[in-house]
């Protein structure tokens, strides 16, 4: 029994990861065949990781222009890929993959300034400060015997050995919370899931509160530690006593050191709640622009992409590679067959419906845009299948004259040919009288 359950269990898995698609499958899903860009967009995912809402993968395509973010696209990470449903899953699985993005590219630029402050050097520093802080109690306790006979010095060191012991147990508790975190950043960042964005964001705020309360414990300690030393400078004691005392209160190196790591911690707080608000400000909008994305594409697929129908009915005539309403309508209005198609109303009412599809779809108005495309081509369609008119035979009057000419020539000449003799006699001259006598009197 167990076996076969493994063996479920495997194939389950198998079957899985074959309906599973890679990253370049979903950027090329964003790109093209929803053709959710415009412009000089381009898809990347970054970082290259699935997103987990609702039991589901996504892969959160980022549309990017001149390197910064100009929308979102969850896309399914299944076989049959699809833009993810619902305002609720995209506002979450784009404010997820948002805040991952802006969060990686700011421990990177810290990384390269040197300036992270949990890598495993720092939570090696802050356990090593906790020994320190143990130790100068010890010195603090030998400054106290030291100062027998004044109260107040001995109640002041008093006080700062237990402020060490909190600052101590409170710098152990950072290095604790340190790993804490960077094993939550390591699981979101493998496996990131809509509903762990909360708690590694609470883990991250958890650490920083907890250094900036280190931090207002050190500043209250090295204020009293001053005082202490004005205190011991004003008694009595040797010169000596007063420099080996005042060596002995001097704090931990560790203790200085730490200054720069909260520095850096607190400019890193500043980054990462300044991209948390960019994330929550712009998450209303970004869902809205998908949104806005797909009314253009499904607009843009109507007008310019692949359309079976359209392709069966120019195939018919064998019209090669005719798959869209732009390169059918191209035809149809094309001046050498305008005004010969047999249904030339369709044709203005072509024009017009074509002329209103790609106005609106330029002025932004996509819903008008597909709405007239889809009367555009029901239109081309009608006019094509129609065909053009039957044409009747084109009577050439160039031909016609020239042949009338030729013809009326060509009898001038037979006719000519035929009368030559009379012809010649009315063109000749007549001869001269001989002494007064006509001629055709003296004929006679």
Same mark, same amino acid.
Request: hydrophobic fraction near 40%; glycine fraction near 4%.
């Given at each position: ?34 053709? @959710? ?121 008093? !006080? ?15 290095? !604790? ?95 990462? !709640? ?92 996509? !819903? ?37 000419? @030729? ?38």
């Amino acid at each position: 029994m167990a076996k076969k359950l493994l063996i479920c269990l495997a194939l389950l898995l198998f079957s899985s990861q074959c309906l599973a698609v890679g990253s370049a499958e979903a950027i090329n899903f964003a790109e093209n065949t929803n053709h @959710l860009l415009s412009g000089d967009e381009s898809a990347v995912i970054f970082p290259v990781v699935r997103i987990s809402h609702s039991r589901q993968e996504y892969w959160v395509v980022s549309i990017v222009s001149d390197e910064s973010v100009t929308g979102f696209a969850p896309v399914l990470d299944a076989s049959e890929m699809e833009i993810a449903k619902g305002d609720l899953a995209r506002s979450r699985l784009i404010k997820t993959m948002h805040y991952m993005r802006l969060y990686s590219s700011l421990k990177d630029d810290f990384s390269k300034q040197g300036t992270w402050v949990f890598n495993n050097l720092d939570v090696e520093f802050f356990n090593s400060l906790s020994n320190e802080l143990k130790n100068e109690r010890v010195d603090l306790t030998t400054i106290e015997s030291e100062l027998d006979g004044y109260a107040s010095l001995q109640a002041m060191s008093e !006080d700062l050995k237990g402020q060490l012991t909190v600052m101590s147990s409170l710098v152990v508790g950072i290095a !604790d919370e340190m790993n804490d975190f960077k094993a939550t950043e390591a699981k979101f960042f493998s496996d990131p899931d809509t509903n762990s964005l909360n708690n590694f964001i609470d883990n991250l705020d958890t650490v920083f509160a907890s250094l900036k309360t280190f931090e207002a414990k050190r500043a209250d300690y090295l204020g009293d530690l001053d005082k202490l030393k004005q205190g011991v400078a004003q008694t009595d004691l040797s010169v000596e006593s007063k420099r080996s005392l005042n060596t002995l209160a001097n704090v931990p190196q560790k203790m200085m050191e730490v200054s720069s790591r909260l520095n850096n911690a607190v400019n890193l707080q500043e980054k990462t !709640d300044e991209a948390l608000t960019n994330v929550l400000n712009q998450n209303s909008e970004l869902v809205q622009d998908l949104d806005l994305r797909e009314n253009r594409s499904v607009a843009w697929l109507r007008i310019y992409g692949f359309d079976e129908e359209i392709l069966e009915e120019t195939s018919k005539k064998n019209l090669n590679n005719v798959d869209s309403l732009s390169k059918l309508i191209e035809i149809v209005l094309n001046e050498q067959y305008l005004y010969q198609w047999e249904e030339q109303k369709e044709v203005l009412l072509l024009q017009e419906s074509w002329s209103k599809a790609r106005a609106y779809y330029e002025n932004g108005s996509f !819903d008008s845009a597909e709405s007239f495309a889809k009367e555009s081509k029901k239109h081309a369609v009608k006019i094509f299948k129609a065909d053009l008119a039957e044409q009747e035979p084109v009577v050439n009057t160039d031909l016609l004259v020239t042949g009338a000419v @030729l013809l009326i020539i060509a009898i001038i000449i037979i006719y000519a040919l035929k009368n030559r003799e009379k012809l010649s006699s009315l063109v000749s001259a007549p001869e001269e009288e001989e002494e007064g006598v006509p001629l055709y009197d003296w004929e006679k």
